[in-house]
């Protein structure tokens, strides 16, 4: 059995809670239990004050295999950030942007350069999804082509120096897979909708529910989080075109990354988002998977 664990963003002490409420006990420095595996959807890094603690128990959970992880966006974009491109400069740029995003991840290990440096190795080194017998874990969507691709080209589904270095280029594969896999479907705003989102402010891209069918749908209803759309019109054919539905009896699929702010649920039979944006005032939550095929919402347990 299995517990699928939503994004922790350097929230340890709410990780340590979650898995004492699940059951499992600290032995040798190492959280686990009897019976289950955890499995982390990514992000475990920024936003918390806690970022090497987290990253200290998911890292032990994994090495002695008492868990999975896949990695996030937030992983992703961190090992661009400290990786020297082929030219001049990084591969994500060191801007006043950036610096505050990673603020929290880099103050964490200040006094520990090595110990940074060997989480980075680690880090770099998760696999962009994971596919069991009865189940699949990605940090934000599934698509079967991408999938297929990595598969094909990327040992244990971990990226190589050479695709790390490709998935920043615009107009790629590798980033297109990095996108997709990473960061999931974000449909732009045509200058005749005003969409705000939860925060008040106006958004040029919308996060939608990739996983739908389209057809005959509004934009409020594909729309995948907490947003005002105005007019809310019924979607384009160009719009439709971005959607990867995923089929009624798909294998359970578990994501993270959306940072949903309404009370934890299934986003589908056999789909089931676990991140409810902690690090916002909201939850951290896990889905214990006992073997089931069609997943139930009881299921769902939260700190």
């Known amino acids: 059995m299995y517990d699928i664990i939503g994004d922790i963003h350097g929230n340890a002490d709410a990780l340590k809670n979650l898995l004492l409420k699940l059951g499992y006990t600290k032995n040798s420095g190492v959280y686990g239990h009897p019976h289950h595996k955890a499995i982390f959807t990514g992000d475990f890094v920024n936003r918390g004050k806690k970022v090497r603690q987290a990253l200290k128990i998911v890292r032990r959970m994994v090495e002695n295999k008492a868990a999975y992880a896949v990695m996030g966006n937030h992983e992703y974009n961190l090992i661009c950030y400290h990786t020297k491109s082929l030219g001049r400069g990084y591969l994500r740029k060191h801007t ?6 990673f603020y929290y991840s880099i103050k964490a290990f200040a006094d520990h350069p090595d110990e940074w440096k060997e989480d980075l190795e680690w880090i770099k080194q998760l696999p962009l999804f994971l596919e069991f017998e009865h189940f699949r874990v ?49 449909m732009p705003v045509d200058n005749l909708t005003t969409v705000i989102n939860s925060g008040g402010n106006p958004v040029d891209k919308l996060r939608v529910k990739w996983w739908m069918e389209p057809d005959s749908q509004r934009l409020g209803g594909v729309a995948l989080g907490d947003y005002k759309i105005q007019p809310n019109r019924l ?32 986003q589908a039979p056999n789909i089931c988002c676990v991140d409810y944006c902690y690090y916002r005032k909201g939850k951290l939550v896990a889905y214990r998977l006992e073997g089931e095929s069609r997943l139930k919402a009881d299921n769902l347990i939260t700190v």
């Open 138 to 186: 990605v940090h934000a969507c599934w698509d079967k082509q991408v999938v297929k691709f990595v598969k094909r080209n990327l040992p244990g589904n971990r990226m190589t120096e050479a695709f790390l270095h490709n998935s920043v280029r615009s107009g790629t594969v590798e980033n297109e897979v990095v996108r997709i896999l990473l960061s999931g479907i974000e």
């Open 235 to 266: 979607l384009t054919k160009k719009e439709k075109s971005l959607f990867i539905p995923y089929p009624d009896k798909g294998r359970p699929l578990f994501i993270g990354h959306y940072c949903l702010r309404e009370e934890p649920g299934l």
């Open 96 to 101: 006043a942007a950036n610096r505050s995003l």
